[in-house]
């Protein structure tokens, strides 16, 4: 069965992520999924495993290494070395868990590929040599260690990952519990990553991207239960409260007393304190990021209009 690829974001639940990657939705193991990524995600999902590694140690964390050289470079030994440590000798010695990556950077294009090996001392030594050299094109060596099962000497403890035919990686599939990322819609729906339009109406990249943004759709939708028409407000901001002042309905002013017009202080109270808490969250441009414009006028200098996102069907 032909693969068929999507665009996505995985991440493995607060711990590693979120990444762009592609992947085959039908692919899976166990449920989970099996992504491929670029060189960029890549370098991103080896900074957070050696994070995760340092704070958590490397017996409980695999870690992913990316090895930069050039295509016209003379070979070139590296050592991968972790916090945990084996006995090397009868005397009760102890080094490193590690590991060598010997890269042949002139061959890769022709089909070779690096190997790993157990650390000597002259490999050490061999690494300490050596250099990158060259000024040809940029390559990279992408290899994964699970540590665990390289202190138990496990033959299939770490590897190179070889790109496909579209220069992408595929690490952790059939193996890590990769799951979608997630965007959440300011009407409450969650939704994976790939999945660009809410059943709302709200697309993703309209979606709003600040506390303050969300706030303002927030408050828009409480005005609109009693005014569905209610298109933006002008809000006061003093002594630490947002109160709404004015509610227009396009260029139109709609009634704001609490004896004629449409609005009760209850709902009017309600749009303000969503709109307090926001302000709350909000550092330096927040307010200009959400989209507010100051509004000139004699009695206050923090009066501000409001633009709520259109209404959906």
Sequence with gaps: MAREMIQTRVCIDDMLGPFDCQLDPRNR?????????????????SAQT???????????????????GRADSQG????????????????GDRAPVALAVHVPWRSLDRGATATLSPITPAV??????????????????????????????????????????????SIGGWEWTWHFASWWCVCGERMDWHETGCPCGMT??????????????????TLRRLVPEATSATVDL??????IIDVFAGDAEVDTADDTGPF?????????????????ETGPGGIEAAGWEHVPDEKTDRLYRITFPAPRP
């Excluded at 250099?131 to 033959?155: C, F, I, K, N, P």
């Excluded at 993703?204 to 939708?221: F, M, Q, S, Y």
Aim: net charge negative.
């Design 29 to 45: 193991w166990n449920g989970w999924l099996s992504p491929s990524f670029a060189l960029d995600a890549v370098r991103q999902l």
């Design 50 to 68: 050696l994070r995760e590694a340092d704070e958590c140690g490397y017996e409980c964390v695999d870690t992913i290494h990316v090895i930069d």
């Design 76 to 91: 070139t030994v590296h050592l991968i070395e972790s916090d945990m440590t084996h006995e090397v000798n009868e005397d």
């Design 124 to 169: 050490r030594e061999a690494a300490r040599k050596s250099r990158v050299t060259g000024q040809g094109a940029a390559r990279a060596v992408v290899v994964h260690v699970r540590w665990m099962y390289l202190a138990q000497e496990s033959d299939t403890a770490a590897n190179v990952v070889r790109p496909d035919r579209d220069g992408l990686y």
């Design 204 to 221: 993703r990249d309209e979606n709003p991207k600040t506390p303050l943004g969300v706030a303002t759709w927030a408050a828009g939708t």
């Design 238 to 243: 003093h002594d630490g409260f947002a109160g």
């Design 264 to 280: 009760d202080c209850e709902t009017l109270g309600e749009a303000g304190e969503i709109l307090r808490k926001a302000l709350e």
